[in-house]
C-alpha cells in the first residue's frame, strides 16, 4: 500500500534563496502561504488532494548561527494535522542562511544542526509519521549556483564541487535524522530530463550528458564517491520533478509543448528508466504548466501515470506545482499563471476552473476501483464534490 493519503499532492513554492540581484527571496512569504496555510489546506482537501510539499525555509528558521524558530513552521504542522493533510517537508529547498554555501567550511555542521533541531522539534508537536526531502534538487541547485551563477556562491565551472558537497550534507543529515526520527521516510528528489542528440552529436557524450541527473541519488546510494559513505538503505522513497522544459535538443533548445514535432520522450518511459535505475518506490515530486495549458498538461501526465502503473511500477503519486501562482525569482512584480489558484492582488486564492475539473477527471481516473490501473488499490479515497469551487 502506499504511504501517500491521496494519489495527486500539491506543492507549496518555498524558494529562500538570494537571487541573481543579490537579495533574498521567500516565496512562502510572497504567496502569503505561511499566513493563509489553513485555508489552503481547506482548498486542497475540497480537490481531494491529502498529501502537500512544504519548505520550512532555513534561511528564515535559523535564526542565528546554530539557533532555531520553527513558530511559524509550527503553526502548519499543527494545522496540517488538525485538517488530514499529510505533508513532506524540504529542509533545504534552494536557500542556505546568510554567510554560508556548500563548499564553506561550515555548511554540514549548519546543517546537520538544522536536521536535528527540526526532527526533535517535529516529534515535540506532532505525532504523525516524519517525511522529510534533506535537500531539494541537488542536481539543479549545483548547476543553478555552481555553473551558472544563479544564487550563492554565483560560481561558473564548479558545479559538480557543488554537487559533491550537497551530497555530503545530505548524507550527514540523513544520518541525523535516522538517530532523532528512527521511523522517518527520506525522499530524495531530483529533475527528470532527458536530453536529444543531433545526428552531428557524439552517443557517448549524449549518453554521459544524461546521465548526470542520477549522480546525487547514485551519490547518496554509494554508487559513486563511496568516500562520502553512501548506501542503498538511504534510497527510499524517490521523487523526480518534471516539466515542459524538461527535454531539450543538445545545442538547440527546449522541445516544444505540445508535441509538433514528435520528438519528445514519453513521460512514462522517462520514469520506467528512473525505477529500473533504482528499484524504489518512486513519484513525481513537482510537475505543472501555466496558462491555458495547465488542464491539458494535467490529463497528459495523468495518461502517463497511468501507463506507468500499468506496469505494476510503484509510481506513488503525482505532485501539481506550484499550487498558487508564484512571481519569479528574479523579478517578484512578473506572475506566470501557474498552479492550481491563480492569485489576485490582495495574494486572495482565485480557482482555476479548468485545472480544478482536469484533476477530479484524473482523481477518478486513478482512484476508482474499477479502473484498469493496475496500481489502483492504492487510492480509493472518495474525493469531496467540486461542485461549489466551480461555479
Known sequence: MSPFRSFFMGGYECADHINRSGDRVNLLKETEHDLRAGEDYDGLANLGIKVVREGICWSAVETAPFVFDFSEVGNRIRLADEKGIQVIWDLCHFGYPDGIYPTHPHFCRRFTALCQAFGEFYHSVSSEPLFVVPINEISFLSWHSGDVRGTV??????????????????????????????????????????IHGRPEDDPDHLSNLNGHQFQAMDIIAGRMCPELGGSEEYLDILGFNYYWSSQWEHGTGTLPWPETELK?????????????????????????????????????????????????????????????????????????????????????????????????????????PESTVSGAAYFQAEPETAAPLLT
Open 264 to 368: 519528445r520522450a514519453r513521460v512514462a518511459d522517462l520514469l520506467r528508466m528512473a525505477y529500473l535505475r533504482y528499484k524504489k518506490p518512486i513519484f513525481l515530486s513537482e510537475t505543472g504548466h501555466f496558462g491555458e495549458g495547465r488542464a491539458e498538461w494535467i490529463d497528459e501526465i495523468t495518461a502517463e501515470c497511468v501507463a506507468v502503473l500499468n506496469d505494476n511500477i510503484p509510481l506513488l503519486g503525482a505532485c501539481i506545482y506550484p499550487v498558487t501562482d508564484r512571481p519569479d525569482w528574479d523579478d517578484l512584480s512578473s506572475y506566470s499563471n501557474c498552479g492550481i489558484y491563480d492569485l489576485d492582488l490582495y495574494k486572495n486564492r482565485v480557482l482555476c476552473p479548468d485545472t480544478a475539473a482536469a484533476l477530479f477527471r484524473c482523481n477518478a481516473l486513478i482512484a476508482t
Open 153 to 194: 556562491p554565483f560560481a561558473v565551472n564548479c558545479g559538480f564541487d557543488i554537487k559533491y558537497h550537497l551530497c555530503k550534507a545530505a548524507l550527514e543529515g540523513i544520518r541525523v535524522l535516522k538517530v532523532v526520527s528512527p521511523d522517518c521516510r527520506i525522499i530524495l528528489v531530483e529533475p527528470l530530463i532527458c
